[in-house]
């Protein structure tokens, strides 16, 4: 089975703090994706990856920054958190397939800024 | 107008019964359509794709796809109070593309 893992489930951390969320995957996918999920907004994009060291603005990139320095490994970084970051943060991964349907989810990070 | 507009809910239906939900698509070059089901603080698991006009059909579900509309439709048949969740609609503009639109959900609740 697809595993799609983060590391962080619920963390809290003050305004203005560095914030790092981890992800990774076990199944040699290209593709890594980094969404938000909050309350009648839906599921937005935040940034992608299509290869080690590749990556692309999604929707909402401003305040997040990404690393992918392995294939299996896909960080989100907040730069400085603001209380507009509280969210449920979900990591996906898939092939370069091309058709969408082996996009698997990660079990999501809640975070708190407070 | 949004990308990708699903009815937020909740809907509410009977068990047994036939529960019917529907998105639109604003892009006409979309390629691929995708139903999620997110059970509450729990991540999205895809349940059905379609790429095709017309229907597919997988166990108690069916995706309907009419690209002329721009809707694509889940009906889940003999609905059960296991299916109580929020149904995720999802795009892929351009085949080759991995990147998803959601739409913001459909919470359905099933009656017992």
């Known amino acids: 089975d697809v595993k799609v893992t983060q590391s962080s489930r619920y963390l809290v951390k003050r305004t203005g703090e560095k914030v790092f969320l981890e992800c990774v995957q076990d199944m040699d996918h290209e593709n890594m994706f980094w969404y938000r999920q909050d309350p009648g907004l839906g599921l937005r994009l935040i940034y992608f990856?299509?290869?080690?060291?590749?990556?692309e603005k999604g929707d909402i990139p401003e305040g997040y920054s990404v690393s992918r320095e392995k294939k299996e490994r896909f960080s989100l970084i907040l730069e400085s958190a603001s209380t507009n970051q509280t969210s449920m943060y979900l990591c996906?991964?898939?092939?370069?397939?091309?058709?969408?349907?082996?996009?698997?989810f990660g079990e999501g990070s809640w975070l708190t800024v407070v | 107008q949004k990308e990708v507009e699903q009815n937020s809910g909740p809907l509410s239906v009977p068990e047994g019964a036939i529960a019917s939900l529907n998105c639109t698509y604003s892009?006409?070059?979309?390629?691929?359509f995708f139903w999620y089901r997110q059970y509450s603080g729990k991540s999205p698991e895809l349940i059905m794709f379609i790429y095709s006009n017309g229907d597919k059909e997988d166990g108690r579900f069916t995706a309907q796809l009419n690209k002329a509309s721009q809707y694509v439709s889940l009906l889940i048949r003999d609905s059960q109070p296991s299916d109580s969740a929020t149904y995720l609609c999802a795009v892929i503009l351009n085949f080759g593309n991995e990147k998803l639109t959601f739409g913001t959900g459909t919470r359905l609740t099933i009656i017992p």
């Open positions: 990856s299509y290869d080690v060291k590749m990556k």
């Open positions: 996906a991964s898939s092939h370069e397939t091309g058709s969408g349907n082996t996009i698997y």
């Open positions: 892009d006409r070059g979309s390629q691929s």
